[in-house]
């Protein structure tokens, strides 16, 4: 017999949930993991609504995710852009070639 260890947890009451301008962050935190939902209401871009803050063009932060509902775009430094939609998996590892910045749809929002 395995001895194993299960943690369940939802979204529907996160540990921790952060609100900004455009949007809302929900964190879990689970199996020595910090796991977190972000939603983005229309027109959140992170050029204007994080990076402006940081004082950042781009976003230098990994990212590995799915977009559970809505689209997306990354723009990347010289690498395009990336359109990201409903049930897509990514990852995002920030290089200097790489690293870029999200705007959602103007019509409609986003949860990742």
Same mark, same amino acid.
């Given at each position: 017999m395995?001895?194993?260890?299960v943690?369940?947890?939802?979204?529907?009451?996160?540990?921790?949930?952060?609100?900004?301008?455009?949007?809302?962050?929900?964190?879990?935190?689970?199996?020595?993991?910090?796991?977190?939902?972000?939603?983005?209401?229309?027109?959140?871009?992170?050029?204007?609504?994080?990076?402006?803050?940081?004082?950042?063009? +781009?976003? +230098?932060?990994? +990212?590995?995710? !799915?977009?559970?509902?809505?689209?997306?775009?990354?723009? !990347?430094?010289?690498?395009?852009?990336?359109?990201?939609?409903?049930?897509?998996?990514?990852?995002?590892l920030?290089?200097?070639?790489?690293?870029?910045?999200?705007?959602?749809?103007?019509?409609?929002?986003?949860?990742?």
């Amino acid at each position: 017999m395995l001895d194993s260890q299960v943690s369940l947890k939802r979204f529907d009451n996160p540990d921790e949930i952060r609100t900004f301008d455009k949007g809302t962050f929900a964190l879990l935190e689970i199996g020595g993991m910090t796991i977190g939902r972000a939603t983005y209401q229309p027109g959140w871009r992170w050029s204007d609504d994080v990076g402006v803050a940081l004082g950042e063009l +781009h976003c +230098h932060v990994e +990212h590995v995710g !799915m977009v559970v509902s809505g689209c997306a775009t990354a723009a !990347m430094a010289m690498a395009g852009w990336l359109k990201c939609t409903q049930a897509m998996c990514l990852t995002y590892l920030p290089r200097p070639t790489t690293a870029g910045w999200w705007v959602t749809n103007p019509t409609s929002r986003c949860t990742f």
